[in-house]
């Protein structure tokens, strides 16, 4: 007998008052083209906004998209907040123009993986789909 396995949900989200959503909307349709279950959320939502949602729609990742620079702020934020809310599975990871030099401290304070400008769409797929097999063996 085959089982089903659920499909991997993925929340998108655009933190702060960037208004520049392209790159999301990329990413959004590539996960949804490979199979996911993908939430877009839009642009300029807050940290607390976005947490509440991943909980609401039990999401297994959170990817958030920035370009205004906020990144260091606002991707932390979040983290918390899904932490505090008892979300510790949801992986969050993250885009935008993000200098290398923020990167490990972005992946200090839990953001999982960092995808700068010129990733591969396909790349960010497969990250995906190795993550979400560690967590779900």
């Given at each position: 007998?085959?089982?089903?396995?659920?499909?991997?949900r993925?929340?998108?989200?655009?933190p702060?008052?960037?208004?520049?959503d392209?790159?999301?909307k990329v990413?959004?349709?590539?996960?949804?083209?490979a199979?996911?279950?993908?939430?877009?959320t839009?642009?300029?939502?807050t940290?607390?906004?976005?947490?509440?949602?991943?909980?609401?729609?039990?999401?297994d990742?959170?990817?958030l998209?920035?370009l205004?620079?906020?990144?260091?702020?606002?991707?932390?934020?979040?983290?918390?907040?899904?932490r505090?809310?008892?979300?510790?599975?949801?992986?969050?990871?993250?885009?935008?123009?993000?200098p290398?030099?923020?990167?490990?401290?972005?992946?200090?304070?839990?953001?999982?993986?960092?995808?700068p400008?010129?990733?591969?769409?396909?790349d960010?797929?497969?990250w995906?789909?190795?993550a979400?097999?560690?967590?779900?063996?």
């Amino acid at each position: 007998m085959r089982t089903m396995q659920r499909k991997i949900r993925v929340l998108i989200a655009k933190p702060g008052l960037d208004g520049h959503d392209r790159g999301a909307k990329v990413v959004a349709r590539a996960l949804r083209d490979a199979g996911m279950e993908v939430i877009y959320t839009g642009i300029r939502q807050t940290p607390e906004a976005i947490a509440s949602a991943a909980v609401q729609e039990g999401v297994d990742f959170v990817g958030l998209s920035s370009l205004s620079g906020a990144h260091n702020h606002l991707f932390p934020r979040v983290v918390l907040l899904l932490r505090k809310l008892g979300a510790r599975e949801v992986q969050v990871f993250g885009g935008g123009v993000i200098p290398a030099a923020d990167i490990p401290k972005l992946k200090k304070a839990g953001v999982r993986e960092i995808f700068p400008p010129g990733t591969s769409t396909q790349d960010i797929v497969e990250w995906l789909l190795r993550a979400a097999k560690r967590a779900r063996p």
